[in-house]
């Protein structure tokens, strides 16, 4: 008996994914739970285990390949020995793009499709439902404009009406965007050292939510210095017994995120976005911390952080960090965000200005400690100093808002017994 390899639900409002790489070819034995596939959504890499012990008998999505929720990716048949099925129509189409001349293995499908009378290959997708289709036209949408919760992406008519809810309305007629300019061929001698990699899903995805955030703020960045010995006195001073009693080094993200969430309850703009025409105020902080891992950047979330105290913080910081780095982080990890930390610093970067994570209005970016020299009590000393930078979002923060926020977090730092006295 067959078993299917499914495509698992992806998470809240994650419909789609992309085949990033087959761990196993047709024909290998494969144990239940080994992983299988990697998918690449826009938010997470996931693995997919083998539902059942046997053969991997068909590849039914080759890799670059969009899948939905629920499609089929390969099956299983029974028994570590037995034998693979005959090449399925994908595997045919695939050997044949080389006898065709086919460019890629979609050329080629078309073109077996062709000879066969079957038509060009097209992507399956479910029109939207009956009522669904009349709330579109009556709100003069497209169903473009729509994620649908359906099977196979079909749009419903609650993922209407939550769209109008959303204040989603059909775009302005605008004239025709010129194409595109294509890029400039390189010269022969240039080509063969040059190499054409598809950016992956995640990486996509940052860089379109890097430029809608420009496109859609009026992002603004106002930056200040922090005087770091206070902090750096007090971790030398307890780092040991904090170790020991709570089994995670006390590093500066805790001291970070706590200095956020008291400024955070001080400014609360820069804890609120902006919904259509509403503004919506967060009365919680669920701080995201930005960390560079192989494929990109994610910001996992440290939720309710500012119920946390420094020790649960570090404890979540260390728990997402290395499920960001093995690449098993969740959705639900990476979701929900009111405002977010980076950590420049840890590159070397003395000085930068984020960009929003969107719909958030602040982000903070935290960079490298250089001793320099300051003056204090009118005498020039030596000082392990930090550049902190606040990107904000102009249309809902302030500029006394944006300066003040970026004084409380540096006020915390520089008498770090005030985040522990909740003061």
Do not use: C
């Amino acid at each position: 008996m067959a078993t299917e390899i499914r495509v698992p639900t992806l998470g809240e409002s994650v419909s789609e994914a992309t085949i990033g790489k087959w761990f196993k070819k047709v024909g290998d034995a494969i144990a239940v739970d080994e992983p299988l596939v990697e998918l690449e959504t826009d938010k997470v890499t996931i693995e997919v285990p083998a539902p059942a012990a046997g053969t991997l008998s068909e590849i039914a999505a080759p890799e670059g390949e969009n899948v939905g929720v629920g499609a089929i990716l390969g099956t299983i048949a029974e028994g570590a020995g037995a034998a693979a099925k005959p090449a399925t129509k994908l595997e045919a189409v695939a050997q044949a793009a080389g006898a065709a001349g086919a460019a890629t293995v979609r050329e080629a499908a078309e073109k077996t499709a062709s000879i066969a009378g079957e038509g060009p290959v097209e992507e399956r997708k479910m029109p939207p439902a009956p009522s669904a289709a009349k709330l579109l036209a009556e709100a003069n949408l497209s169903v473009d404009q729509v994620a649908g919760s359906g099977k196979r992406g079909q749009v419903l008519k609650g993922d209407v009406l939550d769209a109008v809810a959303r204040g989603i309305t059909a775009p302005a007629a605008t004239p025709a965007a010129a194409p595109a300019a294509a890029r400039a061929p390189s010269s022969g001698a240039d080509e063969v050292r040059e190499e054409r990699v598809r950016m992956t899903k995640l990486r996509q995805t940052i860089a379109r939510r890097l430029k809608d955030a420009q496109s859609t703020a009026a992002m603004l960045t106002t930056f200040n210095e922090v005087d770091m010995k206070a902090v750096m006195d007090l971790r030398a001073k307890y780092k040991d017994v904090f170790e020991k009693k709570h089994g995670v080094k006390l590093g500066f993200m805790g001291f970070f995120t706590k200095a956020v969430t008291h400024a955070l309850k001080e400014i609360p703009a820069v804890n609120a976005e902006i919904d259509g025409t509403d503004i919506i105020y967060k009365n919680y902080a669920h701080i995201g911390v930005a960390v560079g891992t192989e494929k990109g950047l994610v910001v996992p979330v440290v939720r309710d952080a500012d119920q946390m105290s420094i020790a649960e913080i570090e404890k979540e910081i260390g728990r997402l960090g290395v499920a960001a780095r093995d690449g098993k982080l969740s959705v639900a990890d990476m979701q929900g965000g009111t405002f977010t930390i980076s950590n420049g610093g840890v590159y070397g970067s003395l000085m930068s200005t984020p960009i929003l994570n969107a719909p958030q209005s602040g982000i903070l970016g935290m960079h490298k400690i250089q001793e320099r020299p300051m003056v204090v009590g009118g005498q020039i000393v030596i000082r392990p100093m930090m550049y902190l930078a606040l990107s904000y979002d102009h249309r809902i923060v302030d500029g006394k808002e944006a300066v003040t926020f970026l004084v409380r977090v540096k006020e915390s730092l520089e008498d770090p017994e005030r985040l522990v006295l909740d003061l």
